[in-house]
């Protein structure tokens, strides 16, 4: 196992969660950070993305409600969700490549792509 998640859960409509991703130290800063999740019987969705520059992409769904951030010293990566709905329950994987363009789109994430095992996030109504 390459990249840790950890920090899912069940909350109620509204509630927040945080998600670290610890990462090994060969997976450096160069490399974009993603934020992924997938329902069962769908595809894997691209939640948000931030490069070596500290910059920033989120799916529109996800905008206003959830940040992603990274501590480079602390080989973590986080996504800060707020004000979660039903709609946000799933499997979220963090993931590590170095993409042409650092965007949250699986399609991107297919050069040098490195893959956690996953955590569950739940939201009830």
């Known amino acids: 196992v390459e990249l840790v998640e950890s920090g899912g859960g069940s909350v109620q409509a509204g509630g927040s969660l945080r998600l670290p991703c610890e990462r090994p130290?060969?997976?450096?800063?160069?490399?974009?950070m993603g934020w992924f999740r997938q329902v069962p019987g769908k595809v894997r969705e691209g939640v948000a993305t931030i490069d070596m520059d500290g910059s920033r992409d989120y799916i529109d769904s996800v905008k206003g409600r959830f940040t992603i951030s990274r501590d480079n010293a602390a080989n973590t990566l986080y996504l800060q969700m707020n004000n979660l709905k039903p709609e946000d329950t799933a499997m979220y994987y963090c993931a590590a490549d170095r993409p042409f363009h650092c965007t949250p789109n699986p399609a991107s994430f297919v050069y040098d792509p490195h893959w956690g095992q996953g955590t569950q996030v739940i939201v009830s109504s």
């Open positions: 130290g060969f997976i450096d800063r160069s490399y974009c």
